[in-house]
């Protein structure tokens, strides 16, 4: 059924702007496809992060659902469009007091602090924290946001320098702050070529099966619209990637079998609208499911499937640390604490899922992406694709968040593929669902550990294992493996000490690099059990810390001589608290 367009006005800070569209539209995609608008971010499209807040008719609203019919004739404001001079103002105050790390929601932020600053010019924390409550930040913990819209109107509207000779431990305003404050930052989803083709991936929805494709051209030729369809049939170069090249073990388009839900295994590519309307579930594949696990314990379970021939028991790698002899040492002790710990997978929860476009500049692929790693991009890319480096050019678009999981390929071979087959620029922008999917996580853990003091509460030695739960592919895997047990003592003396852990396969999410390679967990296993220590002991807690932490000239267990930590001052700065 065709569902009539009329013509439409759109009221922004007084310019009347007619648009063409289907009166359930969402608002967040007519400003920022059809009038460019691109400060209206799009981090869920579903009401929940506030990316795209903006205001109709002075009021703060969730752009992404707002039907774009409920607007005709209202006064629409962004932070590229509104005439406020107290705009300005907050301008100045978020680049003052740092209140934009990676950006993506501070076009939202502003427009939500616009209308309290219009109703109460200076407020308090109370009214600031409620009026910003709707618009997420995953970056700054919010203490510099809510300072700067406390301090917006007492500034001038420039952030003074400091003075030359004294700028040592001065705040500074960063280099790439005007275009985050102003709206006018490139995102990943932010370009968009004339004429660029939009493409979709067909993911899994078992997390491990067999699967075939059934009849893949009479169902394109049923869809008006798309270009072409790309399986891993049509990958030019070596259908693998990942972060540590020699163990690269994740095909950009699955091969015949799927090992996590939400595994990619085919392309659709085509203009944008038809292409945006697909229902993907009527995609002509057929799926055998397989046994699966989830846990690191199912993954190394004797009846677990093995998801790669060459990893007896799903074991990626063990990475090990030893010196002294630490079961004697904790025979000997005068106390000793055990315990076993569980930690979970955690998302990243960026608020800009994963999106890029990439072109052809003669016989050079560029590719515009969020990212963290453009080079390992760059040399992982060619290799799928079958190109030399010198082919590929990765431009690091701005990335809204990333934490670790932006270090990992997403869109990039994807993009490439498709740009390369249809020789047509191509852009893609992973829903959230599909950016949870398919995104990398912390490793899930599980962790034994025992640590011994003598009596005067000084540690004699610590045991430690774990497993840790890298998913279907290894990703930071090995890297998380070998790093846990070097950290896992903490930033304590530990002479006597033995620490193993595993990376193990299963059917769950890629586990990846979140901030720390595995040590938080490891020091969720060896503070909780310092406390038991501590008790054991007879000791307070923070004064048994001090008394163990390193020093200037110590060694780690791995041999490392610290010439200088400060671990001690940090320790002794709590005191007081
Ligand atoms: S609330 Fe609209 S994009 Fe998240
Ligand atoms: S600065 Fe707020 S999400 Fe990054």
Redesign the pocket.
Known sequence: MNVQKPPMTLTIEGHERSVTAEPGRRL?EVLREDVGLKSV?????????????ILVDGVQT????TPVAQVAGAKIETLESTQDPLVGQLQAAFLQYGAAQCGICTP?IMMAALELLREIPQPDQRAVEDALG?VLCRCTGYRKIITAVMKATDLPTAAPLPQAGSSVGQPLVRLDGVPKVSGSEVFGADYVPEDALLVRAVRAPYFHAAFTFGDVKAWQLDHPGIIDVFTAADIPGENRFGVIAPLADQPALAEARVRFRGEPIALVVGEPRPVEDLDLDSFPVEWTPLDHSLTQDAGVASDAQQLHPDRPNNARITGRVATGDAQAALAASAHVVSGQFETGYVEHAY?EPEAGVAWLEGDKLVIQACTQAPIMDQEETAKVLGLPLERVRIIPAAAGGGFGAKLDLSVQPLLGLCVLKTGRPCRMVFT?TESMQASTKRHPSTMTASIGADADGRITAMVFDGDFNTGAYASWGPTVASRVPVHASGPYLTPNYQATARAIHTNGPVSGAFRGFGVPQGAICQELLYDDLAAACGQDRLAFRQLNALRDGDKTPSGQMLPSVSIAECLDALVPA
């Open positions: 967040s971010k799009v981090g869920c499209d579903a009401g929940d992060c506030g990316a795209c807040t969730c752009a992404c659902l939202g709707g608020i959230r």
